[in-house]
């Protein structure tokens, strides 16, 4: 969470490719060493855990303006669906081979309590074929480059296109950064960052209300499986929750149910968004530019009664009903997954999509799943007081539930007001890709060719087109 805005301003001004590796590899060698810290030292393994979430920042905040500027328009769209099935999958699958893996370990051996530990071993394996697959299989694309090229299809091509391919897009319009510029240049301009995305009024409600979601995401990944298997115990007399024998059966269950309800949510809600933008099927004769605010408000609007109901369907001990009205309610969280980035992205020049993915992963972890569970735990503790039995520890939570509701309402609301600014937003990026080509098909380059020495090393492979020579060019003709 903290290493996401630095992550950020690298991945506007440097390599993303290789921030990525670094990440994964840190990510990998983090979460498999932390499997190997015995039980006296708890505070080395809390430091590993914390260091694992470096290597999480690096493509959670990077990676989307990556694919951005690889694809546009609907193909975009639907490469983030993809991309974001890994949150639902991810979550989901490490529920499953997690709790599959302890167990067959825990069932032929008698020296671990619960072998948890060969469950984390498990993940670094499939973290090693990522970075393999990313050394060979991907470049780094040029900032900015999608969006000129489909404009290009839409458009033809002008008279300056030739001359403007040189223009690195990731550099800002007030700068001059050649590939020699310290490296303190290199990250000038953080400040003029912070203030446009502050005046980007729908990044802001788009922030708001993906937080909310997030806290009650968070909250329900943690808190749920807990409530069943306090309300299994409570129904079947017995004293303590972690006496259920299907505990594992609960986590398997949820788990599963988290990563089936996430694919088709991310999935839904990316195709009802492309359909909604272009009047098709369901949506014929009422195409919107606001799709993507819109199916999210949708999404919040409905999960908020999804999930009071199942938590009084769990109370009731309707277990099965439970599960489904559960997995109802994550269809709906993440329906926005993946078009709430694609929104990001469409009201975010090129070169600040790091930098903007960066402080909403920030302020959504912060105020959203990282704090989320343990103020649900806070008020859950508070209700139930000395009580320690699974009916107390049950109908505590119950009451707890009831703020990750009112937040998943708030969402729904901040989400329409994200989609009344959207337009305008929509029309400011426009503006900016408009005049950066020129609005009268000639290059208004009004700043310094400068020509860089060939024999210095760039700093970053990205700011360069390998075609294309080492000349920069400024255009100073807008500042966004």
């Not at 290789?18 to 590899?25: F, M, N, T, V």
């Not at 799709?291 to 309707?318: C, E, H, Q, R």
């Not at 997954?337 to 909403?360: G, T």
Request: hydrophobic share 50%; proline share 4%.
């Amino acid at each position: 969470m903290l290493f996401a805005p630095v992550c950020g301003v690298l991945g506007d001004r440097f390599n993303r490719k290789r921030i990525i590796l670094i990440g994964e590899i840190v990510w990998v060698l983090a979460v498999f060493a932390s499997s190997f810290i015995p039980q006296e030292h708890f505070a080395s393994f809390v430091l590993l855990r914390g260091i694992v979430g470096i290597g999480e920042a690096s493509y959670a905040v990077v990676a989307p303006t990556f694919l951005a500027d690889m694809f546009a328009g609907k193909t975009r769209s639907r490469v983030l669906m993809f991309f974001y099935f890994a949150i639902p999958v991810g979550s989901g699958l490490g529920y499953v081979i997690g709790s599959y893996v302890s167990s067959i370990v825990k069932a032929g051996r008698t020296d671990c309590l619960d072998c948890w530990q060969w469950g984390i071993r498990a993940t670094p394996l499939f973290g090693v074929l990522t970075i393999i697959a990313l050394i060979i299989g991907v470049d780094e694309p040029i900032r900015g480059q999608a969006d000129r090229e489909d404009e290009d299809k839409l458009n033809g091509p002008t008279e300056s296109d030739n001359l403007n391919n040189r223009v690195h897009p990731s550099v800002p319009n007030e700068d001059v950064i050649t590939v020699t510029a310290p490296f303190k240049h290199k990250l000038a301009n953080i400040y003029q960052d912070l203030v446009y995305l502050l005046k980007n009024q729908t990044f802001v409600w788009s922030t708001i209300a993906y937080t909310a979601v997030v806290f009650s995401t968070g909250t329900l990944t943690w808190w749920a499986p807990a409530a069943i298997e306090e309300a299994i115990a409570w129904h079947h007399n017995i004293t303590n929750a972690t006496a259920v024998t299907d505990t594992e059966h609960v986590a398997l269950t949820f788990g599963g149910i988290t990563c089936a309800g996430g694919i088709i949510g991310v999935a839904f809600g990316t195709v009802a968004s492309l359909a909604w933008k272009r009047g098709l099927g369901f949506f014929s004769g009422y195409s919107s530019q606001r799709a993507d605010p819109l199916v999210s408000a949708i999404g919040s609007f409905l999960a908020t009664p999804f999930l009071f109901l199942a938590i009084k369907l769990i109370d009731l001990n309707f277990i099965i009903l439970a599960w489904f009205i559960l997995f109802l309610t994550i269809v709906c969280l993440c329906l926005n997954w993946a078009v709430n980035v694609d929104m990001l992205m469409a009201i975010v020049v090129p070169h600040r999509r790091s930098i903007a993915s960066a402080v909403q992963i920030l302020i959504s972890h912060a105020f959203g799943d990282a704090s989320g569970p343990w103020i649900v735990g806070a008020i859950s503790d508070s209700v139930r007081g000395d009580d320690k039995t699974p009916e107390a520890h049950f109908h505590s939570l119950v009451i707890a539930f009831y703020l990750p509701n009112a937040l998943l309402f708030l969402s729904g609301i901040t989400f329409l007001l994200a989609a009344y600014t959207l337009p305008k937003d929509l029309k400011l990026a426009e503006e900016w890709r408009t005049n950066r080509r020129g609005t009268d098909g000639s290059a208004q380059l009004t700043g310094v060719v400068q020509t860089v020495d060939t024999g210095h090393l760039p700093l970053d492979d990205g700011d360069i087109s390998p075609s294309n020579g080492l000349n920069q060019y400024q255009n100073e003709a807008f500042d966004p």
